[in-house]
């Protein structure tokens, strides 16, 4: 079996574009794989023009690590979001391929269930206006949905420092959303790496009443002392990772113990073959893995069968119950969420179906996603809203 085509589709959402990714072998047999790229949807589809003639094509689907190697190592370029999300499209979609092949889901390939239920939190459920009252009503809609665990980032436009009627007012925010879920919900709080060490520490301490189940990329990715620093003066859990893309850049991370709870993107770090791997490292650490899940339904499904055999999994991410109802349409047998969790997924490899006739009535859209700009937490909701009008 070899692989004969890949063909990427990309389809426009509210306010993300997500690019799937179609493999077909020689015998028929075909995969998919999806990432949504956060505003560089063009510098991947211009990687896999090159790449895919000289790395993918003719290729065993079988063999994971011969296409990582071609693909990272023979560029001899230092991979990054562009390569690795490359990879990592055309990795799930050779699992997808393998599953279909051997007619058994991905996770029995990866070792077999650990778990019957996968815990998940929503995402995406906040675009209200940033008053207290609004967000408990819905945090309160997000809960009747079937979560048990709910994540915000109640930080406005913050960068650097927070004045302190801004601070008051994030405070206000995430206890209503405490308020909101219950006592026995969750409750994470994203900080998109917004402020210096000693500002993050101080929001994290105002924050200790609500039991946050962690503070989320206190500081910029960059600097993993500064991350430590936090860490160590905080009393909360410390989660981190979307924005690493090479596994080898989390050694630093684990050594300095610097986060508790590690976030990789599957759609942006390899795949699943690698995320496997990071997850493995991260267990001698006693470190958790949530992973980062910005995506639609096949990334979705993707992570679902990493998450059913990861030994040191936590919790996934989901936003696809608080958007355009098509987006889940896309690409139909992602279970849905109850009580809290999913089932494990049914059927063959990813068991996803993509629906390409769907996908081509939702083109590509203009979207610049900035997390610093007024309004951002509403995702398009107000651009939606004037479409309609």
């Given at each position: 079996m070899k692989i004969a085509e890949v063909r990427p589709l990309v389809m426009g959402d509210a306010w993300r574009n997500l690019t799937f990714v179609v493999v077909r072998t020689d015998d028929g047999l075909e995969g998919v794989g999806e990432v949504r790229m956060v505003n560089h949807t063009s510098a991947l589809l211009g990687y896999l023009?090159?790449?895919?003639?000289?790395?993918?094509?003719?290729?065993?689907?079988?063999?994971?690590?011969?296409?990582?190697?071609?693909?990272?190592?023979?560029?001899?370029?230092?991979?990054?979001?562009?390569?690795?999300?490359a990879l990592a499209v055309l990795d799930m979609a050779c699992w997808d391929i393998v599953g279909k092949a051997l007619g058994q889901p991905v996770y029995r390939l990866l070792g077999g269930p650990i778990r019957?239920?996968?815990?998940?939190?929503?995402?995406?459920?906040?675009?209200?206006?940033?008053?207290?009252?609004?967000?408990?009503?819905?945090?309160?809609?997000?809960?009747?949905?079937?979560?048990?665990?709910?994540?915000?980032?109640?930080?406005?436009t913050a960068w650097q420092e927070l004045p302190p009627s801004e601070l008051r007012r994030a405070v206000a925010l995430v206890e209503a959303v405490r308020d909101g879920v219950g006592p026995d919900g969750e409750v994470f709080v994203e900080m998109h790496g917004r402020?210096?060490?000693?500002?993050?520490?101080?929001?994290?301490?105002?924050?200790?009443?609500?039991?946050?189940?962690?503070?989320?990329?206190?500081?910029?990715?960059?600097?993993?002392?500064?991350?430590?620093?936090?860490?160590?003066?905080?009393?909360?859990?410390?989660?981190?990772?979307?924005?690493?893309?090479?596994?080898?850049?989390?050694?630093?991370?684990?050594?300095?113990?610097?986060?508790?709870?590690?976030?990789?993107?599957?759609?942006?770090?390899?795949?699943?073959?690698?995320?496997?791997?990071l997850a493995s490292w991260a267990e001698s650490y006693y470190v958790m893995v949530a992973?980062?899940?910005?995506?639609?339904?096949?990334?979705?499904?993707?992570?679902?069968?990493?998450?059913?055999?990861?030994?040191?999994?936590?919790?996934?991410?989901?936003?696809?119950?608080?958007?355009?109802?098509?987006?889940?349409?896309?690409?139909?047998?992602?279970?849905?969420?109850?009580?809290?969790?999913?089932?494990?997924?049914?059927?063959?490899g990813l068991g996803v179906r993509l629906d390409e006739d769907l996908i081509a009535e939702h083109p590509r859209r203009p979207i610049h996603l900035n997390l610093f700009g007024d309004g951002w937490h509403l995702r398009g909701r107000e651009r939606v809203a004037s479409e309609r009008a």
């Open positions: 023009e090159e790449a895919v003639p000289t790395h993918v094509i003719g290729a065993d689907p079988f063999a994971f690590e011969a296409l990582a190697r071609r693909m990272i190592r023979d560029d001899y370029a230092r991979a990054g979001q562009i390569a690795m999300s019957e239920r996968i815990a998940t939190y929503a995402n995406g459920w906040y675009t209200v206006e940033r008053t207290p009252e609004e967000f408990n009503a819905a945090a309160k809609r997000a809960v009747a949905k079937g979560y048990r665990a709910v994540k915000l980032d109640p930080f406005g402020f210096t060490p000693a500002q993050a520490i101080a929001i994290a301490r105002e924050l200790e009443p609500y039991r946050p189940g962690w503070i989320e990329e206190p500081v910029p990715p960059d600097n993993v002392k500064a991350l430590a620093t936090v860490a160590r003066h905080v009393n909360v859990p410390v989660a981190t990772g979307e924005r690493i893309h090479v596994r080898h850049e989390f050694r630093e991370l684990f050594e300095l113990a610097a986060a508790d709870v590690i976030q990789p993107d599957l759609t942006m770090m390899g795949g699943i073959t690698e995320t496997r791997k992973p980062h899940n910005v995506g639609g339904p096949v990334s979705t499904a993707a992570a679902l069968h990493f998450a059913a055999a990861a030994p040191n999994f936590k919790i996934l991410e989901y936003f696809n119950d608080f958007t355009a109802p098509f987006v889940k349409d896309a690409a139909p047998g992602v279970p849905d969420v109850t009580d809290g969790s999913f089932p494990l997924p049914e059927g063959p």
